[in-house]
């Protein structure tokens, strides 16, 4: 398989155990008797698919030997309860489907915040915002139990535009992110992938579809119109969301 088809279907990557700080390019997990660094002029982003990853973090933040201080990124584990992490009806530039959060009662979902300072805040913004398939906004009234910090009741995130991809009626949740009282079903990166292809383009075999998502903008385009025909809004986005 080519390091292009391992990408996309690898989403949303390798997710460390436990807190950790990225330091680019590489990243240590936090002990239990290790303290943060300062989080003061740090915004809490929470990390819904990839960017609780340090091989995504790695992508968007590398190494600069000039600017290595900007590329510190202390990443904690968090537990968010009334939510779960599912597929998003679109397709990134790289040819996986990602993920977005929705409200799932009774469910408790483990994610990570990522702590950026501005320079980070605004490159993370040039990643997730200029498709528009995301907007940055906080998401508010929630309980969020962040280790070494505590409850908190808002964090920022980046919210899915275009509701949950719902193929058979309902979003599906990613099984390679943990949750406990889980009610949605799970697929994993190639088995999403692959039933999108069945759905959109039954002719051609997986490799073919792949290749052509991550390889023509338009075709991805078109993917994606298909999929926002099969999607749920984030219902009631007014009760936990507001837009920055």
Do not use: C
């Amino acid at each position: 398989m080519t390091p292009d088809l391992e990408r996309a279907l690898g989403y949303p990557y390798f997710i460390p155990k436990s807190s950790y700080i990225y330091h680019a390019p590489h990243y240590t997990v936090l002990g239990a008797n290790t303290e943060l660094p300062s989080l003061k002029q740090r915004t809490p982003v929470l990390a819904i698919g990839s960017n609780q990853s340090p091989e995504q973090l790695a992508r968007k933040f590398p190494y600069d030997k000039n600017k290595n201080a900007q590329h510190i990124i202390p990443v904690t584990k968090a537990y968010l309860d009334n939510f779960d992490t599912v597929y998003s009806p679109h397709i990134a530039g790289y040819g996986s489907v990602p993920a977005t959060l929705h409200p799932s009662p009774g469910t408790t979902v483990t994610l990570f915040v990522n702590w950026l300072n501005q320079s980070q805040l605004e490159d993370m913004h040039e990643t997730e915002l200029a498709a528009a398939n995301y907007s940055f906004g906080e998401l508010k009234n929630i309980h969020l139990e962040i280790d070494r910090i505590g409850l908190k009741k808002s964090v920022f995130y980046y919210h899915g535009t275009r509701g949950a991809l719902a193929l058979d009626g309902e979003p599906i949740a990613l099984s390679t992110v943990d949750a406990k009282n889980r009610r949605l079903k799970t697929m994993d990166q190639h088995q999403i992938n692959a039933l999108v292809q069945q759905r959109f383009r039954p002719h051609l075999s997986h490799r073919e579809f792949l290749t052509q998502l991550i390889t023509d903008q338009n075709y991805r385009s078109q993917v994606t119109d298909f999929l926002s025909q099969l999607s749920i809004p984030h219902n009631p986005t007014a009760d936990y969301f507001s837009s920055i």
